[in-house]
């Protein structure tokens, strides 16, 4: 997908490292935006969303 602009929505993590901006949405809402190093530095909407999906109480 090279020279092109693609949006990607998923709620799977694991496709994370392949994106070069990571917008993450909350009830509707952009919460934070970024790298994935600058959001994981962050610890903020999404480490949160990981930790939840980790524990397996995700809705």
């Given amino acids: ?22 917008l993450v949405m909350d009830g509707g809402r952009i919460v934070e935006a970024g790298t994935l190093q600058e959001l994981l530095e962050r610890k903020g909407a999404l480490v949160e969303l990981a930790k939840r999906m980790n524990r397996g109480d995700v809705a």
Avoid: K, P
């Fill in 1 to 22: 997908m090279e020279d092109r602009l693609v949006f990607f929505a998923t709620q799977r993590l694991h496709w994370l490292n392949s994106m070069d901006y990571i």
